[in-house]
Nanobody, 120 residues
Framework: HVQLVESGGGSVQDGESLRLSCAAP????????WAWWRQSPGMKRVGVAT?????????TDIDSVNGRFTISRDAVENTLYLQMADVKPEDTGAYYC?????????????WGQGTQVTVS
């Protein structure tokens, strides 16, 4: 059973930066795909970025996150990150860490509890 614990959310101003973390103690990052998803108020949960078992990253085209957000992982610390730069109000939402097999932007087997990001 993969336990994922997100942190790093908060309230920030338009244009600021924020880094989200997802701790996954005891798991081998190279065995899974990993992703960040977002659920904005009144919207369904959507994928934001993924890093696959080989370390290849992919970003969705929602709200122009490509170029502003960076997904990365630290296999030593067993932590997944989402560096958010130049945040915008449309980035507001609950951000979820996910792990699974295949393409984690399509579906994932494991989810964290979410961390709230509010941009004003």
């Amino acid at each position: 059973h993969v336990q994922l614990v997100e942190s790093g959310g908060g309230s920030v101003q338009d244009g600021e930066s924020l880094r989200l973390s997802c701790a996954a103690p005891g798991y081998t990052f190279s065995a899974y795909c990993w992703a960040w998803w977002r659920q904005s108020p009144g919207m369904k949960r959507v994928g934001v970025a993924t890093i696959d078992k080989d370390g290849i990253t992919t970003y969705t085209d929602i709200d122009s996150v490509n170029g502003r957000f960076t997904i990365s992982r630290d296999a030593v610390e067993n932590t997944l990150y989402l560096q958010m730069a130049d945040v915008k109000p449309e980035d507001t939402g609950a951000y979820y860490c996910a792990a699974g097999w295949g393409n984690c932007l399509i579906d994932a087997g494991y989810w964290g509890q979410g961390t709230q990001v509010t941009v004003s």
